[in-house]
């Protein structure tokens, strides 16, 4: 059974620093692209960053040098590091993994963990 768990949001002050996790089970993670959407209240899902198995990144353009996506295989762990945190970052922020080779073959994705920006 496939389960992917996000941890590490919380609430931040503007300018702040968070780390998300997303650590999966039940697959070949290493064989999989992993992607960090968050949703705001009000508004639609987003795709924040991507990595894939190769490790090549994709940002989206309001994350770009503020938000480091990484991964380690070893403990199928793919981590979000977000830098200089704004109020409009406020969101849940999940994980999505789907097979790297085969995207549209599997797709899983996790509850989400919740990052507040705010003074």
């Known amino acids: 059974q496939v389960e992917l768990v996000e941890s590490g949001g919380g609430l931040v002050e503007p300018g702040g620093s968070l780390t998300l996790s997303c650590t999966a089970s039940g697959l070949r993670f290493r064989f999989h692209d992993i992607e960090w959407y968050r949703q705001a209240p009000g508004k639609q899902r987003e795709l924040v960053a991507r990595?894939?198995?190769?490790?090549?990144?994709y940002y989206t353009d309001s994350v770009k040098d503020r938000f480091t996506i990484s991964r380690d295989d070893a403990k199928n762990v793919v981590y979000l590091q977000m830098t200089s945190l704004k109020t409009e970052d406020t969101a849940v922020y999940s994980c999505?993994?789907?097979?790297?080779?085969?995207?549209?073959?599997?797709?899983?994705w996790g509850r989400g963990t919740q990052v507040t920006v705010s003074s």
């Open positions: 990595i894939f198995s190769g490790s090549i990144t």
């Open positions: 999505r993994s789907y097979p790297s080779l085969r995207p549209t073959s599997a797709d899983y």
